[in-house]
């Protein structure tokens, strides 16, 4: 088999592993929360230090994967978040789960950030349309049997099983990540990134991720919570809903990526796209009784959520230089991590505030829809730039 795509296998693989273990665990960590009397407000918390750590740990850990192989800081990552998963299983008190959290914020930031670099530079080196396919569906892929595995482990509130069995799981991820192809190293300064990541399409690039990944914090907290007491469904039909967005965004992504050639599928335009499908499932999600309604509302959501993913992985290789892409990428993607922040906490106060998990779901389409008029001013401010370079060209110097 030809070498490059054993590469992209491996990767593709590991993510799926990473992120399996990963949507089992913080898919369900809010009912077991419920279950132990845990108040809203301090479960918020958690998840927004969680994030806060993600927040510290991102732009470190991206300058270092230009400075070394981003394959080393995968694998002490590893080690660490197996740590954290073996504490998991001895954690009572709510202090114990603030140590926690600050160690899975750390390992997990590490893990999620270094195995996408890996794919930034070596898509820049492997010319594959399999590539971009099998890597981008790792995570829906995840999402999908992730949510069914976890249900399976925390079958009538066993939390216990579940978490030692994503103890187990993890030690085989830290094996692994000894096989992940190795990067090449650049003698970089910090200074050399200001080029980069202050130019404007860096910062609309940051503008976008903030705005549209802000729902993910708000689902990270209430979406299982949702539909369990607004929509009236069991952890098993929950784990369906899971099932069908992992699945149909899996579906989307891989043709998008197979046929990304002959479509000519700009990333903005499938960022519109997105916005439209996620954003108006957010705002429809009052309405949804009964299992049916559920899986129709999220149907429409995963295309939106499969048109960012698409958006998402092609323009940062496309925007940014091999030897600064590690430190770059992470500046952009440290919004995603601000926005998830935002998302969890802010969410927890809404819903606290109106009683109701609708509320998280409501703020974060609204943010979503200001993607609009953002994406305006990017067209406005590129025509006037084009006008003013084609007038200097065109402009003859009188004696």
């Not at 603030?98 to 794919?119: C, E, H, K, Q, R």
């Not at 323009?315 to 969890?344: C, D, R």
């Not at 927890?348 to 389409?365: D, I, K, Q, R």
């Amino acid at each position: 088999m030809d070498k490059n795509i054993i590469s992209i296998i491996i990767i593709s693989f590991f993510k799926f592993y990473y992120l399996l273990i990963s949507v089992s665990f913080y898919a369900y960590i809010p009912l077991f929360f419920a279950a132990s009397g845990f108040e809203e407000k301090s479960v918020g918390f958690l998840f927004a230090l969680q994030s806060f750590m993600a927040i510290l740990t991102y732009l470190p850990s991206g300058v270092i994967n230009d400075k070394i192989s981003a394959r080393q800081q995968v694998i002490i990552a590893t080690f660490i978040y197996s740590f954290f998963m073996l504490l998991l299983n001895f954690a009572v008190t709510y202090i114990h789960f603030i140590a926690l959290f600050i160690l899975w914020g750390i390992s997990a930031t590490m893990i999620d950030n270094s195995t996408n670099v890996i794919y930034y530079k070596e898509s820049q080196v492997i010319k594959s349309r399999l590539f971009f396919s099998l890597f981008a569906i790792t995570g829906t892929m995840a999402y999908a049997v992730g949510g069914k595995l976890g249900a399976f482990l925390s079958d009538s509130g066993n939390f216990a099983f579940l978490f030692k069995t994503l103890f187990v799981m993890s030690l085989l991820l830290i094996f692994f990540s000894f096989f992940l192809t190795d990067t090449r190293a650049a003698k970089i300064q910090i200074s050399d990134y200001k080029k980069e990541v202050l130019s404007f399409d860096s910062l609309i690039i940051a503008a976008n991720l903030f705005l549209f990944t802000y729902h993910w914090g708000a689902e990270l907290t209430y979406f299982t919570i949702f539909f369990n007491k607004n929509a009236g469904l069991g952890l098993s039909e929950i784990s369906y809903i899971y099932l069908e967005v992992g699945l149909l965004m899996s579906a989307i992504i891989f043709a998008l990526g197979i046929l990304k050639t002959g479509l000519r599928f700009a990333p903005r335009n499938a960022l519109l796209i997105a916005v439209a499908f996620s954003g108006g499932s957010q705002v429809s999600m009052i309405y949804i009784t009964g299992l049916g309604g559920a899986l129709l509302n999220q149907f429409f959501h995963s295309i939106g959520d499969a048109c960012f993913i698409y958006y998402w992985l092609n323009i940062i290789p496309a925007t940014f230089k091999y030897e600064k892409i590690g430190g770059a990428s992470s500046f952009v993607n440290l919004f995603t991590v601000l926005s998830v922040v935002s998302g969890s906490f802010i969410s927890s106060l809404a819903v606290g505030e109106f009683a109701n998990p609708y509320a998280a779901f409501f703020v974060s389409s609204f943010l979503m829809f200001l993607i609009y008029p953002l994406s305006f001013f990017q067209n406005y401010k590129k025509s006037k730039s084009e006008v003013i370079n084609l007038i200097n060209i065109m402009e003859v110097p009188v004696k």
